[in-house]
């Protein structure tokens, strides 16, 4: 079933086979909600794009190329779907809390690569983190934590 519905959020037949692994539908899901991040605004960035990719490369400890790809399936499935649950439920399903607590981070990441941060940007954060059972006050230390490490960066 699982596979049916990966299928349908932008994988393709062949990449959607019974031997996927846990850990290549959370790189699916986790790349979904920061495309979904980038699109809220409905502006597409280029630096949110560069953000992404280094991101998902970083974090999954995948090549370049790989997250170029996982980006791009990520893009279709996110201009797909009609929910998010789909995405979340499975992050919530196979993720502890520190571990959602960083894919809260990865899209602030997005959410203020390009420095301004958007209301849609902000609420699609706040309810992906309620998706994920994530508190209040955690979602906003991450953003804090974020906002911080921009300023390091401007120094």
């Not at 949110?48 to 400890?61: D, I």
């Not at 919530?92 to 959602?100: F, P, Q």
């Amino acid at each position: 079933m699982i596979d049916r519905l990966l299928s349908f959020f932008g994988l393709p037949d062949e990449e959607a086979t019974p031997s996927e692994t846990a850990a290549q539908r959370i790189r699916h899901a986790t790349a979904v909600l920061l495309a979904e991040i980038a699109r809220a605004d409905h502006e597409r960035q280029p630096v949110e794009r560069t953000a992404m990719l280094e991101l998902l490369a970083t974090q999954f400890g995948v090549s370049a190329a790989d997250a170029e790809s996982l980006l791009r399936r990520a893009e279709a499935a996110a201009e797909n779907s009609v929910s998010l649950h789909e995405f979340t439920r499975l992050l919530h399903e196979e993720l502890d809390y520190a571990e959602k607590e960083r894919i809260i981070e990865m899209l602030w990441r997005i959410a203020l690569a390009d420095q301004v941060l958007d209301k849609y940007e902000d609420y699609m954060v706040g309810k992906i983190a309620e998706l994920l059972y994530i508190a209040r006050g955690d979602v906003i230390r991450l953003r804090n934590r974020v906002y911080d490490s921009l300023g390091d960066q401007a120094d």
